[in-house]
């Protein structure tokens, strides 16, 4: 089974310039979770779809990201315009659906604002 | 709201001795609590899990956790450490009525040989 597939790996942008992180989940999960991970923090979830439609975007910052998951498999994640403080690990994770406890997460893209 | 407490940054132990990693947790209901792994550059590999039954939950690799309810803790454990486990270990809460996780801040463990 293919795991969660997710690029680019790496990113470099300037603030103000805009970025988009692609993600692949497994084949045949319902639910895709998309997470920020700053150095020395954990992820937080920033948004949760359930095939294609928001079950959770309580956390992301609408104003400069936004997401979507339009066919139900694979999902897009963006930022327009960049901060300095958007510089992360921008994880991806999948899971069979809501009530399954596993999530399987993606290498991740690290991202640096300069 | 719920969260999770991981109260050491970095953990370091001689490879063949015991190995705990410590997490306490906050949560309003019954508490699911799951284990992560990160090795560099690579994203988070599940550990374990706990959801309900024995207390001592048994996962990947030789690691196990035990589940304290009073202590509100779920402490990840391996009676002996390799160097390979030298990792970034997350430890994770979900309510039982919200599927979101939310992850501690990580706790580095260096086996030296």
């Known amino acids: 089974e293919a795991g969660v597939a997710q690029s680019p790996r790496y990113k470099i942008i300037e603030k103000r310039q805009s970025v988009a992180f692609w993600c692949n989940p497994i084949s045949g999960h319902a639910t895709l979770y998309w997470y920020q991970q700053i150095l020395g923090q954990g992820p937080k979830l920033l948004i949760q779809?359930?095939?294609?439609?928001?079950?959770?975007d309580s956390q992301l910052p609408k104003d400069r990201f936004s997401a979507e998951r339009l066919k139900g498999v694979d999902s897009t994640l963006k930022i327009q315009p960049a901060k300095l403080e958007d510089s992360a690990v921008y994880l991806c994770a999948s899971s069979r659906d809501r009530t399954t406890y596993e999530q399987y997460f993606g290498p991740g893209t690290r991202l640096t604002v300069t | 709201a719920q969260s999770v407490a991981q109260p050491e940054d970095q953990v370091n132990v001689a490879e063949g001795n015991p190995l705990t990693v410590k997490c306490t947790y906050s949560v309003s209901g019954n508490p699911y609590l799951f284990w992560y792994v990160q090795y560099p550059n690579r994203g988070l590999q599940f550990l374990l899990k706990?959801?309900?039954?024995?207390?001592l939950v048994k996962g990947s690799y030789g690691f196990e956790a035990e589940f304290n309810k009073s202590q509100t803790s779920f402490h990840l454990k391996k009676p002996s450490a390799l160097v390979s486990d030298s990792a970034l270990y997350f430890c994770?809460?979900?309510?039982?009525?919200?599927?979101?996780?939310?992850f501690g801040a990580g706790t580095t463990v260096t086996v030296r040989a």
């Open positions: 994770a809460v979900r309510d039982l009525n919200d599927y979101k996780l939310s």
């Open positions: 706990y959801i309900t039954g024995d207390n």
């Open positions: 779809f359930q095939n294609n439609g928001v079950v959770d």
